[in-house]
C-alpha cells in the first residue's frame, strides 16, 4: 500500500510538471505560430493586457456573477441555453462568457446574453487567484471538456460552486488510468456534474465520483431545437434551390467534397449547396475546382440583388462566410456532415437532423454519442467511401418515401432527447446556488 501511495505521488508530480511545462510553452508557441497563423496570432493579441481589460470592466460591478467558460465555439452552443435560461431567471445577475479559443471569442465577443465577455487567462496559479480576486464568480460553469488544474483549485478553495455540463467521458481518457491521479483530483474540484449519458456517470462512480453525477443529456439538442424554431428565410438561397431536389453539405473537408463532387457532376438536376470547414481562399478555390458548375455565394448575391441571375445557371452553390450553416440545412432534401474522413471525427450533425431531414456522414463519428444514436434510430447513415455516397444518396433522391421516413426519424431523435438545460436550470434552482 505504500508502495502504491508513492508511485501514485511521483505521478502526480511528474504530470504537474508536465502540466506547468505545457502552460509555460503555449504562449510562447502562440506567438511564434502568430506570424503564420491567424488563428495563433489572434490568440496572443487577445490576451495582451487582459487582466486590465477585465479589471476596467468589472470596475463597477456590484452584481453577483455567473461565469460560463466554454473552450470554443462549438462549447458555446451547449451551453447557451443554459446560460440564456439563467440570464432570465436571475436578472439581477451579471454574466460572464470566457473563452479560449478565438474560434468563440471572436465570433461572439459582442454577445448581448452576456455583460462581460473575455478570453480565459492561461492556466496558472497567480493568473486563477488574480481572475477570481477581480470576478468574484457566485458560480463557475465549465462545457463538456474543459479542465483546467488552477482555476478548478482555486475555485473549490474560495467554495464557489461548480458545475460541467453536457459533460461527456470515455475510458480512455487520463481520468480513468492508474497513473492518472492528477486529472482524477481535478474531478474532485467540481460540486456537480450533468453528463450526457449512462457510461460517463458509470465511469464516474468508477474512481469513487459519485455524489452530484446526474444524467442530464447534451444541451446541443436544446439548442438546435431554439435555432430552427427561429428560423427566417434566406432569399438568395430559396432562389438558388427553384423548388429543386437539394443537396446541403455543411463543414465539409476536402475529402468530404471529393466524395460529393463525382455524384454532383451526374446529377445536374440537382442543387448543392457546399459550405466548407474552413472558408480561407484555398479551401474556396478547390471547391470551385472541384464543383465544376460552382458559384460563390457572395458572388450569387451580387448578381440577385441585381436581379442579373436565373436560378438555373449554376447547380453548386459554394457557402463563403461563417454564421448561416444551421440555416441552410432548411432547404435541404438530404445533407451531409463534413469531417467524417479525417481523425476528428464528424462535425455537429443535430443542426441537420432537426430539419427532419435524412443525414449522412463519414466513417469516423463513433466518439459522438448523438452521431451513434442517430444512426441506431434511422434518422443517419454512415459513409465509408465514395460507391457508398452515390447508392445512398441515389437512393434518397430517387425515392421521396424513403427521403421523408428518414427525415422524419431523424427530427423524431432530436426532439426526443430535449430538455438537458431545463435539468440543470432547475438543479440550480433547488440547490439555491444563486441566492444569498
Same mark, same amino acid.
Given at each position: ?107 461572439? @465577443? ?6 462581460? *465577455? ?16 477581480? *470576478? ?17 483549485? *482555486? ?10 455540463? $453536457? ?16 486529472? @482524477? ?63 446541403? $453539405? ?108 435524412? *443525414? ?6 463513433? @466518439? ?24 445512398? $444518396? ?43
Amino acid at each position: 500500500m505504500g508502495i502504491n501511495l508513492f508511485i501514485c505521488t511521483i505521478n502526480h508530480h511528474i504530470l504537474l510538471f508536465l502540466y506547468n511545462l505545457f502552460i509555460w510553452i503555449y504562449p510562447k508557441a502562440a506567438w511564434i505560430l502568430g506570424f503564420m497563423n491567424p488563428k495563433a496570432k489572434q490568440w496572443h493579441n487577445g490576451r495582451i493586457g487582459i487582466f486590465n481589460k477585465i479589471a476596467t470592466s468589472f470596475e463597477h460591478n456590484r452584481k453577483p456573477v455567473i461565469w460560463m467558460h466554454c473552450a470554443s465555439l462549438g462549447e458555446f452552443e451547449q451551453g447557451r441555453p443554459v446560460l440564456e435560461g439563467l440570464q432570465k431567471q436571475y436578472p439581477n445577475h451579471s454574466i460572464l462568457l470566457t473563452f479560449f479559443s478565438p474560434s468563440g471569442y471572436e465570433v461572439h @465577443k459582442n454577445y448581448n446574453g452576456a455583460d462581460f *465577455v473575455f478570453y480565459l487567462p492561461m492556466d496558472s496559479a497567480g493568473n486563477a487567484q488574480q481572475f477570481l480576486k477581480i *470576478v468574484k464568480p457566485a458560480i463557475a460553469i465549465f462545457i463538456k471538456y474543459e479542465f483546467w488544474h488552477y482555476y478548478l483549485t *482555486v475555485l473549490k478553495k474560495h467554495e464557489v460552486p461548480t458545475i460541467l455540463i $453536457a459533460g461527456i467521458f470515455r475510458k480512455d481518457q487520463l481520468f480513468f488510468k492508474w497513473y492518472g491521479r492528477f486529472y @482524477k483530483n481535478l474531478l474532485q474540484c467540481f460540486s456537480a456534474f450533468f453528463v450526457q449519458d449512462q457510461s460517463s456517470q458509470s465511469l464516474l462512480h468508477s474512481i469513487g465520483i459519485k455524489d452530484a453525477v446526474y444524467i442530464g443529456g447534451d444541451t446541443r439538442f436544446d439548442r438546435v431545437i431554439e435555432i430552427a424554431n427561429a428560423f427566417s428565410p434566406i432569399d438568395p438561397i430559396a432562389h438558388f434551390c427553384n423548388n429543386s431536389l437539394v443537396l446541403v $453539405a455543411g463543414s465539409t473537408w476536402l475529402q468530404d467534397d471529393e466524395t460529393i463532387a463525382h455524384f454532383e457532376k451526374a446529377n445536374p438536376n440537382i442543387k448543392f449547396i457546399i459550405a466548407p470547414h474552413d472558408i480561407n481562399h484555398q479551401r474556396l478555390q478547390n471547391c470551385l475546382t472541384l464543383y465544376k458548375n460552382a458559384v460563390l455565394y457572395s458572388d450569387y448575391v451580387q448578381q440577385f440583388n441585381k436581379s442579373d441571375i436565373a436560378p438555373q445557371k449554376f447547380n453548386t452553390l459554394i457557402i463563403d462566410n461563417v454564421g448561416m450553416l444551421s440555416k441552410l440545412y432548411h432547404y435541404a432534401s438530404v445533407s451531409y456532415i463534413g469531417g467524417g474522413f479525417g481523425a476528428d471525427g464528424i462535425h455537429n450533425c443535430l443542426e441537420a437532423a432537426v430539419h427532419y431531414k435524412p *443525414v449522412l456522414f463519414g466513417p469516423v463519428y463513433d @466518439k459522438y454519442i448523438e452521431a451513434v444514436g442517430l444512426v441506431e434510430a434511422g434518422g443517419a447513415v454512415s459513409i465509408k467511401d465514395v460507391l457508398v455516397f452515390e447508392s445512398v $444518396a441515389k437512393k434518397l433522391f430517387s425515392n421521396e418515401e424513403s427521403r421523408n421516413t428518414m427525415g422524419q426519424l431523424a427530427g423524431n431523435f432530436v426532439h426526443a432527447h430535449k430538455g438537458a438545460s431545463a435539468k440543470i436550470i432547475s438543479y440550480i434552482q433547488e440547490k439555491r446556488l444563486l441566492t444569498s
